[in-house]
């Protein structure tokens, strides 16, 4: 009997060849560049924004808390994709192996379905925070806060432990050539010469599993709070609930719109020059906007900011 893997047989090899977007590009060494700098903007404006709020007591609250774990995730988000594709780049070593294609796919379903549904926990605290503020500290302690957070992380996993085995083996015997530039489920689909009904009936219930029911949680929470704002008789109340629930929910519409155009339409209205792009849009771009939507927005963000720069060694001395 033969015991050869699957993969051997189906495959030709070992790897897969991510193609990228760079060859898409008129001059790949500026995007390289671009996309370098925007990967160290999303690096230090997450750990930045994830530092303020775990040194400064005034930002112990749960709305933070949430901020700092989107935080948490971006980090790791885009750097699930983005250093693979600039050595690429820089080496011309577009190669990727089977097992390092599985993890990537884990990892990144794994943390976008956990931001998919820490975006309604946040949503749930700023409903509780708004249309119950006398009951809220006791109502979001940090017990319940820690609780919501792990569960937001079991959830994306849930997604990450469901797609990722069932994509990876299927046999792939069109092309070893990914054309993408990461390990993307429906980019991976396209090469396999199976039916993909199963899959894509998978993928559809995981995608309403994953962002319909947080779409629910977050419509629900955001109609109860426009009608408890609409009763607000101060002015000042009603424009710090908007100003707090408007961030939140700039970072839902981006971050929902282009996931749900890559997991809900079907595999075979699918473009991969417009996959790449809706793809750079969440998986790199997201990571960078949201520390500046939650910090140039927010006055208690920048007036922590401004009280640590104001407090090293030079300010210090300039004071005495």
Same mark, same amino acid.
């Given at each position: 009997?033969?015991?050869?893997?699957?993969?051997?047989?189906? /495959? $030709?090899?070992?790897?897969?060849? #991510?193609?990228?977007?760079?060859?898409?590009?008129?001059?790949?060494?500026? *995007?390289?560049?671009?996309?370098?700098?925007?990967?160290?903007?999303?690096?230090?404006?997450?750990?930045?924004?994830?530092?303020?709020?775990?040194? %400064?007591?005034?930002?112990?609250?749960?709305?933070?808390?949430?901020?700092?774990?989107?935080?948490?995730?971006?980090?790791?988000?885009?750097? !699930?994709?983005?250093?693979?594709? #600039?050595?690429?780049?820089?080496?011309?070593?577009?190669?990727?192996?089977?097992?390092?294609?599985?993890?990537?796919?884990?990892?990144?379903? /794994?943390? $976008?379905?956990?931001?998919?549904? #820490?975006?309604?926990?946040?949503?749930?605290?700023?409903?509780?925070?708004?249309?119950?503020?006398?009951?809220?500290? !006791?109502?979001?302690?940090?017990?319940?806060?820690?609780?919501?957070?792990?569960?937001?992380?079991?959830?994306?996993?849930?997604?990450?432990?469901? *797609?990722?085995?069932?994509?990876?083996? &299927?046999?792939?015997?069109?092309?070893?050539?990914?054309?993408?530039?990461?390990?993307?489920?429906?980019? *991976?689909?396209?090469?396999?010469?199976?039916?993909?009904?199963?899959?894509?009936?998978?993928?559809?219930?995981?995608?309403?599993?994953?962002?319909?029911?947080? !779409?629910?949680?977050?419509?629900?929470?955001?109609?109860?709070?426009?009608?408890?704002?609409?009763?607000?008789?101060?002015?000042?109340?009603?424009?710090?609930?908007?100003?707090?629930?408007?961030?939140?929910?700039?970072?839902?519409?981006?971050?929902?719109?282009?996931?749900?155009?890559?997991?809900?339409?079907?595999?075979?209205?699918? %473009?991969?020059?417009?996959?790449? !792009?809706?793809? &750079?849009?969440?998986?790199?771009?997201?990571?960078?906007? %949201?520390?500046?939507?939650?910090?140039?927005?927010?006055?208690?963000?920048?007036?922590?900011?401004?009280?640590?720069?104001?407090?090293?060694?030079?300010?210090?001395?300039?004071?005495?």
């Amino acid at each position: 009997m033969d015991n050869t893997p699957w993969l051997t047989n189906h /495959t $030709g090899g070992s790897n897969f060849i #991510l193609l990228g977007f760079f060859h898409l590009s008129k001059d790949p060494i500026f *995007l390289c560049v671009v996309i370098f700098v925007i990967f160290l903007m999303a690096l230090s404006g997450n750990s930045i924004l994830i530092f303020l709020i775990h040194s %400064n007591a005034h930002l112990h609250t749960p709305m933070y808390f949430f901020i700092s774990q989107l935080s948490l995730m971006d980090v790791m988000y885009i750097s !699930v994709t983005v250093p693979k594709m #600039l050595m690429d780049q820089i080496t011309g070593a577009q190669k990727i192996s089977v097992p390092e294609c599985g993890t990537q796919m884990f990892l990144y379903l /794994t943390l $976008g379905g956990s931001e998919f549904f #820490l975006l309604a926990a946040m949503a749930y605290d700023r409903y509780m925070a708004i249309c119950h503020p006398l009951r809220y500290p !006791v109502l979001m302690n940090r017990r319940v806060c820690l609780l919501l957070a792990a569960g937001c992380w079991f959830l994306g996993s849930v997604d990450g432990f469901m *797609l990722t085995p069932i994509t990876m083996t &299927f046999p792939f015997c069109r092309s070893r050539e990914i054309q993408h530039f990461f390990c993307e489920v429906p980019a *991976l689909m396209k090469l396999s010469c199976s039916d993909m009904s199963l899959i894509e009936t998978l993928m559809y219930l995981c995608c309403v599993l994953m962002i319909f029911i947080p !779409v629910i949680v977050i419509s629900s929470s955001y109609s109860l709070i426009l009608i408890t704002i609409h009763r607000m008789k101060s002015a000042e109340g009603r424009k710090k609930a908007f100003a707090t629930c408007s961030s939140h929910m700039t970072v839902v519409t981006l971050f929902y719109g282009t996931a749900s155009y890559t997991y809900m339409i079907p595999i075979s209205y699918h %473009n991969p020059e417009k996959d790449m !792009v809706v793809s &750079f849009f969440y998986t790199i771009l997201t990571p960078v906007l %949201n520390p500046l939507i939650y910090s140039f927005r927010n006055k208690d963000v920048t007036g922590a900011l401004k009280k640590r720069l104001n407090v090293g060694p030079f300010f210090q001395e300039a004071t005495k």
